[in-house]
């Protein structure tokens, strides 16, 4: 009978690590966040062992809508806080909002020096397409058409304007000759991909509205510690590092 309950204790032990190994979770990141998360991830495995994350990065926009459908994210960065927000208010949210950078715009090319431009340049009639997010369900496509209108360029430029799905995407028109120049995210322009191939002009934060982007713990992450793990790890320093590497203003941090 002793062998039985120790040979049963053995077994419940090599179960539940078994089990903590094998939990995986699905997170939904904005595409700003790409080279930065892939690092942080990479990080993260290290320290933690058998640790297994899916990271799919996107439109903040379609994720706050594919979440409110089910779809299977256990958490959600987005770059605009109000989706999460939004979110939790409809009580989809397995944790509070927390804030976790601010997110810079630029204006970036590959093909012209992009860091001698400004806004006013893109009515140069040699620039004949300008590449932006979909400003319908893409943060930095919302804040480029904010700063353009600022500038008073709205109206000008439309007809040069092509949309991509994310900001990942809009910086993919510009690799590819499909657009001139285009306004993304600083975290993308700071990535060696791009940074050795074109430079980069920081547009004005006065000429749009704050970039706070922020996650949560969806409801579908409830009960899973890996989820909890990831989240508590974004705001250790090496996390932080990555992500002030990538250009992020971070909270505490002072522009």
């Known amino acids: 009978m002793k062998l039985f309950k120790t040979l049963l204790v053995v077994s419940l032990l090599l179960l539940s690590t078994v ?83 601010v997110g810079r715009v630029v204006l970036w090319s590959n093909s ?17 397409r300008i590449a932006i997010a979909n400003p319908k369900h893409a943060p930095y496509g919302k804040r480029a058409e904010e700063a353009l209108k600022s500038s008073g360029l709205w109206d000008k430029l439309q007809p040069k304007l092509v949309y991509g799905e994310n900001i990942a995407h809009t910086a993919q028109f510009v690799q590819t000759g499909n657009a001139q120049v285009g306004i993304i995210a600083l975290s993308l322009a700071l990535n060696p991909e791009l940074s050795k191939k074109g430079g980069y002009h920081l547009i004005p934060d006065k000429l749009h509205n704050p970039l706070e982007q922020g996650y949560i713990i969806t409801k579908r992450g409830a009960g899973k510690p890996l989820a909890r793990q990831f989240a508590e790890y974004m705001g250790t320093k090496p996390a932080r590092s990555v992500m002030t590497k990538y250009g992020f203003v971070l909270p505490g941090e002072v522009k």
């Open 19 to 101: 089990v903590a190994h094998a939990e995986k979770i699905t997170v939904a990141a904005a595409a700003d966040l790409k080279f930065a998360m892939d690092e942080i991830v990479t990080g993260f495995k290290k320290s933690h062992n058998g640790a297994e994350l899916d990271v799919i990065y996107g439109s903040s926009g379609k994720f706050h809508t594919q979440i409110q459908q089910g779809a299977p994210y256990d958490l959600f960065f987005s770059a605009d806080i109000k989706y999460p927000q939004e979110l939790a208010a409809k009580g989809l949210a397995a944790s509070s909002v927390v804030p976790y950078a």
């Open 112 to 128: 012209l020096d992009a860091s001698k431009m400004t806004l006013s340049s893109l009515t140069d009639p040699k620039i004949t």
